[in-house]
């Protein structure tokens, strides 16, 4: 079983930042994709940013230029960082860690953003 945690959800104003972090228990460098999701209330879940086993990252296009997917190996940990955020921004996230053999899920965290 891989322990998947996020953390560092809030609320925040339309144009501010916020960074995610999502703790894994199992070594990241051997896990094939890393990734954060978002649902919205009464939207599909979707996928956000992913980083994979060599480094490559991708983006859903409306984040694309605001927010940064990394990972540090060292402390099997992977960061969102959000930047000028939106309203449609608004969203549970989730962090995900997916390989041929397993696909484990966060619990979530919630990010609002409102004025």
């Known amino acids: 079983q891989v322990q998947v945690v996020e953390s560092g959800g809030g609320l925040v104003q339309p144009g501010g930042s916020l960074r995610l972090s999502c703790t894994v228990s199992?070594?990241?460098?051997?896990?094939?994709?890393m990734s954060w999701f978002r649902q919205a209330p009464g939207e599909e879940r979707e996928l956000v940013a992913a980083?994979?086993?060599?480094?490559?990252?991708h983006y859903l296009y409306s984040v694309e230029g605001r927010f940064t997917i990394s990972r540090d190996v060292t402390k099997n940990t992977v960061a969102l960082q959000m930047n000028d955020l939106k309203p449609d921004d608004t969203a549970i996230y989730y962090c995900n860690a997916h390989n041929v053999d397993f696909d484990y899920w966060g619990q979530g965290t919630q990010v609002t953003v409102s004025s």
């Open positions: 199992k070594d990241i460098s051997t896990i094939y994709q």
């Open positions: 980083i994979f086993r060599g480094g490559t990252t």
